[in-house]
C-alpha cells in the first residue's frame, strides 16, 4: 500500500469583503496534507475562466499536479461570499451550479486508484447535485479494497443532499463533523436517541473507525470503537478568523488516523494546527517555518 492521499471535492474562491482567498474544504485539506510532509493529490474542476486560470497557477506553486484538475467550458469556477461576524465566525453564500459539482471519473483518476493510494478524503458540498455524487460515489466505488476513506461533513443550508450522506457513509472509515451536522444527520436517520447512543448506532452499522466530532468553543471528542478523549478549547491569542480551521483538523487527523496514533495524540495535535490556522488571515498556513515545526511534531 502507498502512502499517497488522494483529495476530491470543491476548489473555489473566497470572497471576503477585503480579499479573495483559494478555498474550499478538499483543497484546504490536500495542501496541508501536502505541507506536512504527504504525497498528496487533489482532484477537482474549474472553469475555463480567468478565475480556474488562477486556480491552475496558484496550485501549480504549491506543488500540485494541475492536470489533476479538470476544465470545465460549459461551468464557472465556483465563488463563496464570506461574511464574517465580530467573533470571525464565518457564513458562507455558495454559488450553484459551479464547474466543481461536474467532476468526472476519468482514465486518469482509475489509473491513480490503482496505484493504490492509502486514503481518499472527500466532503458533502461536491455531492449537493446528483451528477456530483454520482461521480464521487463511482470513484469510491474503484477503490482498493485497502484503501482508507476520510468523509469529512460539510453541511451547508440548501447543499444538503440526504442519499449523498447515506451513500457516503456506507464507505467512510473515518468520519469528521460537528455537532450542528451530527444533529442533521441524526435527523436524516430519524434517530432521536442522544448523541453517545448515535455515535454508538453510526459504529454498528457502519464500517467506522474513528469519530472526531468538534465542538467549537468547547473543543472536540474523539470517539473509536472502545474508547473516547477529548480536548477542551485550546487557547488562541489573537484570532483573524475561524476560515479553514475544521479542514487543518482534518489534515492531522487524517495522518494521524493512518499512522494509528491514540486518540489522545490524535485529538492533541489536530486542535493545536487549527488553531494555528484561525491566527492567520484565510484557510491555508503560508508560512513555512511553522509548517516545519508541524512536521516535526507529527514525526517525532
Not at 449537493?128 to 476513506?149: A, P, S, V
Amino acid at each position: 500500500m502507498s502512502k499517497i492521499i488522494i483529495a476530491i471535492g470543491e476548489i473555489l474562491f473566497d470572497i471576503f469583503p477585503n480579499s479573495k482567498n483559494l478555498g474550499g474544504a478538499p483543497f484546504n485539506f490536500a495542501y496541508h496534507v501536502k505541507k506536512l510532509g504527504m504525497e498528496t493529490r487533489f482532484i477537482s474542476r474549474v472553469g475555463a475562466d480567468n478565475n480556474g486560470q488562477d486556480i491552475i497557477q496558484k496550485i501549480t506553486s504549491y506543488g500540485f499536479d494541475p492536470e489533476d484538475i479538470q476544465m470545465d467550458e460549459e461551468h464557472e469556477t465556483g465563488l463563496v461570499n464570506v461574511k464574517l461576524n465580530s467573533q470571525g465566525i464565518p457564513s458562507y453564500e455558495i454559488k450553484e451550479n459551479a464547474a466543481y459539482d461536474y467532476i468526472q471519473f476519468t482514465n486518469r483518476i482509475d489509473a491513480i486508484l490503482k496505484i493504490p493510494p492509502a486514503l481518499i478524503y472527500f466532503g458533502t458540498l461536491a455531492q449537493r447535485t446528483k451528477k456530483g455524487m454520482d461521480n464521487i460515489q463511482t470513484l469510491l466505488l474503484h477503490r482498493h479494497l485497502e484503501t482508507k476513506c476520510l468523509l469529512d461533513v460539510n453541511l451547508r443550508k440548501g447543499h444538503i443532499s440526504e442519499a449523498a450522506i447515506f451513500k457516503s457513509l456506507l464507505n467512510v472509515n473515518f468520519l469528521k463533523l460537528n455537532e450542528t451536522e451530527l444533529k442533521e444527520i441524526s435527523r436524516i436517520f430519524g434517530y432521536q436517541k442522544s448523541h453517545d447512543q448515535y455515535l454508538e448506532f453510526l459504529f454498528q452499522e457502519f464500517p467506522l473507525e474513528v469519530i472526531a466530532l468538534t465542538l467549537g468553543k468547547d473543543g472536540v471528542m474523539l470517539y473509536n470503537n472502545t474508547s473516547e478523549f477529548r480536548i477542551n478549547e485550546i487557547p488562541i491569542k489573537n484570532i483573524a478568523d475561524t476560515v479553514g480551521a475544521g479542514d487543518a483538523f482534518a489534515s492531522v487527523f487524517a495522518i494521524g488516523c493512518l499512522h494509528g496514533w491514540s486518540l489522545e495524540k490524535i485529538g492533541t495535535l489536530a486542535s493545536k494546527f487549527a488553531a494555528e490556522v484561525c491566527q492567520v488571515s484565510g484557510a491555508i498556513i503560508l508560512d513555512e517555518g511553522l509548517l516545519s515545526k508541524y512536521r516535526r511534531k507529527l514525526n517525532a
